[in-house]
């Protein structure tokens, strides 16, 4: 059970959050979260926020992932 | 949907793809996955097709409720029957069989068993009614098993004396080392990644050094589940194991800091059963002392007959990853995900669900 959503902070209040995905809405608590602020993307599981998602990491990600299908494209023709 | 749907991207599957193949491994390799929602995954998204035919990807024990032998949910049942009781529960739970039942039944049967989403809404109906005990089935691994610390604490902090919680929490660590000492050839681990996003990829680092093992800590995506296998092929390739993180948006060197010192607030390390394998030393957690009160096992001592496994089951084998389900002589021949035998029918997360609801690859 590693079901984890990534899910946008809305709202806060106290401990607990306002978080939403494709117009999907639920309160969470984000008591697992340093510092979380409006606008984090989080992952959701069982009612809580486990992880806060790092931005530059993503980014990284996906333009590795970008560079590597541009190359096998070059590659082919 | 963002920090999702561009990990579903064709073009970068391929390309992933295309560059396992080209890694120079000439014989045949196993990677284990120990992680339910990776099985998932990797079914739902027809990954072993993707891969060249000397790489075999094999399920190990990751999948919560299939791990957790009968007596725990004998005791459930026993405890659902108790007057004035609600049993909440994640909503696998709800199929899976005991020595002689299932919480579904017995909920037929009239006892107050409800599935919820979250422990937050277990200590909702606790506050609702204060004349009931409401019992929650704590069964998951790390990921998991911080929101139920969480819920033991609050309600220790409110005095909600009426909220406990029947723990099966395991941990995987443990898992990973009892799996290398075991039968099965293992030349690869993909780690989960939500496990790693509570307790970092520090966790790991004493495995790799008491064995040398090609990892790489996977998200769920295809991109992810790719991109980490390419990394483990590469490793193997080279000879150059390590304990590497293919899913750096959510997983750090020392995890979730708060996830971690609740906890350790809340549990103590222990031993634990777990199907297939045995026992597994420090593989478990406990609730302390401290929170004794809010501890199921405790304030109802229930005693249940010795339980039985169906003795054609072989669940044990495929959380090994000793046989695959089509190997089991019950798979589709009395045991269907409509009538489950063995809990890797049952899991949303089994083995055998997978197997059955996405087809046969990889053989």
């Not at chain 1, 978080?19 to 992952?43: C, H, M, N, Q, W």
């Not at chain 2, 009426?162 to 941990?171: E, G, T």
């Not at chain 2, 040398?212 to 998200?219: L, T, V, Y």
């Amino acid at each position: 059970m590693c079901l984890a959503i990534p899910m946008q902070i809305e709202a806060i209040d106290g401990e607990m959050g306002t978080v939403e995905a494709t117009g999907i809405k639920r309160e969470v608590s984000l008591s697992f979260i340093d510092d979380p602020s409006v606008g984090d993307y989080v992952l959701i599981h069982a009612g809580f926020a486990i992880q806060k998602i790092d931005e530059h990491q993503a980014n990284e990600t996906i333009e590795l992932l970008n560079q590597m299908a541009q190359r096998a494209r070059e590659m082919k023709s | 949907m963002k920090h999702l749907s561009e990990y579903r991207n064709s073009d970068h599957a391929r390309t992933l793809s295309i560059e396992i193949a080209r890694v120079r491994i000439d014989r045949p390799i196993q990677i284990m996955e120990v992680c339910g929602t990776h099985t998932m995954s990797i079914a739902r998204f027809g990954l072993k097709q993707l891969l060249p035919k000397n790489i075999r990807l094999i399920s190990g024990p990751g999948c919560p409720v299939c791990v957790t032998p009968n007596n725990f949910l004998d005791r459930a049942i026993a405890i659902s029957k108790i007057a004035d009781t609600t049993i909440c529960t994640f909503g696998d739970m709800m199929r899976v069989p005991g020595s002689s039942s299932s919480l579904e039944v017995e909920h037929a049967r009239g006892s107050d068993i409800r599935v919820v989403y979250s422990t937050l809404d277990a200590l909702m109906i606790a506050r609702a009614h204060p004349d009931r005990n409401v019992v929650f089935l704590g069964v998951g691994f790390e990921t998991t098993a911080p929101t139920i610390a969480s819920s033991i604490e609050i309600a220790h902090s409110e005095g909600l004396k009426n909220y406990s919680v029947l723990c099966a929490h395991k941990v995987v660590p443990p898992a990973i080392e009892a799996l290398l000492s075991g039968e099965v050839k293992i030349d690869g681990f993909l780690l989960p990644g939500h496990v790693s996003s509570i307790i970092g990829a520090k966790s790991y680092r004493g495995i790799a050094e008491r064995h040398a093992i090609a990892c790489s800590i996977a998200g769920f995506e295809p991109s992810d589940i790719l991109g980490a296998l390419l990394e483990i092929t590469t490793q193997i390739s080279n000879s150059k194991p390590a304990i590497h993180t293919a899913y750096a948006r959510a997983v750090t060197e020392i995890g979730n800091s708060k996830a971690l010192a609740v906890l350790d607030r809340v549990f103590e390390s222990c031993d634990a059963n777990w199907r297939g394998i045995g026992n597994i030393p420090g593989s478990g957690l406990a609730i302390r002392d401290k929170f004794s009160q809010h501890d199921a096992a405790k304030r109802f001592p229930v005693s249940i007959d010795e339980s039985v496994d169906n003795p054609a089951c072989r669940c044990g084998d495929i959380l090994t990853g000793k046989i695959s389900p089509d190997e089991c002589p019950l798979f589709r021949n009395g045991c269907t995900p409509d009538h489950p035998i063995g809990a890797c029918m049952v899991s949303n997360e089994g083995s055998c669900a997978a197997h059955f609801n996405y087809g046969a690859t990889n053989i």
